[in-house]
Antibody
């Protein structure tokens, strides 16, 4: 069965760094675009970053551009999010998600359970 | 594209009908998705392509609409349906609505 398992969250100081990982199993990882979506406490969902099948194209939300970078290692079936220059407003649960495209419809059919990042001094 | 969900909170009793709205600031064609999220859990796919139920989703959930106005209807609320519902568009970039909480009255 499909599984997405995030890790790497924790407490970081403002200006600090964290690296999140998302271990994928149960599907051919290299066949799917992958995403990071975050949710601040009590708030809605926010797209953070996305990456295409082979990692050659990466997209980041304006709110994280230049500080946070998505990457993937297909042989290791793992998605990453390198988070630098962290700010308090980056505090959120970070989910990885697998995107499916069916008849022109794009949607996330599987999500990880999320990993909490807290940025605080 | 901004997605506006209304109402923010819907207070209903089990067995009642729930009607949730998602309005887009510009047309997203039929590229509208609905997710359900319970506390401490990841979102769960309900509806894609505005009106297609995902695998395993009960028939009491239905989606409709196109362009800028979309509706998620739960025909008769079950206890497990009380949750937060998010809409998402992928027609131009990717954005989510602010969510609608369906709570027990």
């Amino acid at each position: 069965q499909v599984q997405l398992v995030e890790s790497g969250g924790g407490v970081a100081q403002p200006g600090g760094s964290l690296r999140l990982s998302c271990a994928a199993s149960g599907f051919i990882f290299s066949n799917y675009a992958m995403y990071w979506v975050r949710q601040a406490p009590g708030r809605g969902l926010e797209w953070v970053a996305s990456i295409n099948l082979d990692g050659s194209r990466k997209y980041h939300a304006d709110s994280v551009q230049g500080r946070i970078t998505i990457s993937r290692d297909n042989p290791k079936n793992t998605l990453y999010l390198q988070m630098n220059s962290l700010r308090p407003e980056d505090t959120a649960t970070y989910f990885c998600a697998k995107e499916v495209v069916v008849a022109g419809n794009h949607y996330f059919d599987y999500w990880g359970q999320g990993t909490l990042v807290t940025v605080s001094s | 594209i901004v997605l506006t969900q209304s109402p923010a909170t819907l207070s209903l009793s089990p067995g009642e009908r729930a009607t949730l709205s998602c309005r887009a600031s510009q047309s997203v064609s039929s590229n509208l998705v609905w997710y359900q999220q319970k506390p401490g859990q990841a979102p769960r796919l309900l509806i894609y392509g505005a009106s297609n139920r995902a695998t395993g989703i009960p028939a009491r959930f239905s989606g409709s609409g196109s362009g800028t106005d979309f509706t998620l209807t739960i025909s008769s609320l079950e206890p497990e349906d009380f949750a937060v519902y998010h809409c998402q568009q992928r027609n131009s970039g990717l954005t989510f609505g602010g969510g609608t909480k369906v709570e027990i009255k």
